[in-house]
T-cell receptor
Framework: DADVTQTPRNRITKTGKRIMLECSQTKGHDRMYWYRQDPGLGLQLIYYSFDVKDINKGEISDGYSVSRQAQAKFSLSLESAIPNQTALYFC??????????FGPGTRLTVL | SQELEQSPQSLIVQEGKNLTINCTSSKTLYGLYWYKQKYGEGLIFLMMLQKGGEEKSHEKITAKLDEKKQQSSLHITASQPSHAGIYLCGADGSGNTGKLIFGQGTTLQVKP
């Protein structure tokens, strides 16, 4: 079984809708991250959490919110989706040496 | 803020050829991480380099870290179609912050 899982894997939604992306991990790591990837732009950090009570904004947090329900679960929400939030979203955890382990990604399309 | 620039942005090589991808940082590197991504899929952790001069190998992929040049290189020997994908470098921007910044990626195609 995969160490970092994301649901859903694909989602198409309409402008203005609320959507939640979920991430679960079995690696036992405290640190978790949400990124978005756009073609040619690499990965941009949206939010990160160093433990259940420590949540921080990344480079591009506007329009997003997160919830760390437990050590193993970190959810990303788009309160009112807009077309420029169409992207590939990744969840990751980090280990002892800050190496990060990524989930398979969620492809989100906002029409 | 720190930036990572990868070169080349894309690369097409004939199977069996060697190739090198570079990752250059605008600031001191405290740790450099290499990942591979198949199109539309998650990133697979390849290697981590922490010390200047460090070199690591995994199968036919070798990565080196040159701290003075603030640069890392990824070298693939005798490329195969299975090496095709997007290679990304990541770095801990401020030293053990737990946050990585990433280069824009290098797309590699290997022609049989």
């Amino acid at each position: 079984d995969a160490d970092v899982t994301q649901t859903p894997r694909n989602r198409i939604t309409k402008t203005g809708k609320r959507i939640m992306l979920e991430c679960s991990q079995t690696k036992g790591h405290d640190r978790m991250y949400w990124y978005r990837q756009d073609p040619g732009l690499g990965l941009q950090l949206i939010y990160y959490s160093f433990d259940v009570k420590d949540i921080n904004k990344g480079e591009i947090s506007d329009g997003y919110s997160v919830s760390r329900q437990a050590q193993a679960k970190f959810s990303l929400s788009l309160e009112s989706a807009i077309p420029n939030q169409t992207a590939l979203y990744f969840c990751a955890t980090s280990g002892t040496y800050n190496e990060q382990f990524f989930g398979p990604g969620t492809r989100l399309t906002v029409l | 803020s720190q930036e990572l620039e990868q070169s080349p942005q894309s690369l097409i090589v004939q199977e069996g050829k060697n190739l090198t991808i570079n990752c250059t940082s605008s600031k001191t590197l405290y740790g450099l991480y290499w990942y591979k991504q198949k199109y539309g899929e998650g990133l697979i952790f390849l290697m981590m380099l922490q010390k200047g001069g460090e070199e690591k190998s995994h199968e036919k992929i070798t990565a080196k870290l040159d701290e003075k040049k603030q640069q890392s290189s990824l070298h693939i020997t005798a490329s195969q179609p299975s090496h095709a994908g997007i290679y990304l470098c990541g770095a801990d921007g401020s030293g053990n912050t737990g946050k990585l910044i990433f280069g824009q990626g290098t797309t590699l195609q290997v022609k049989p």
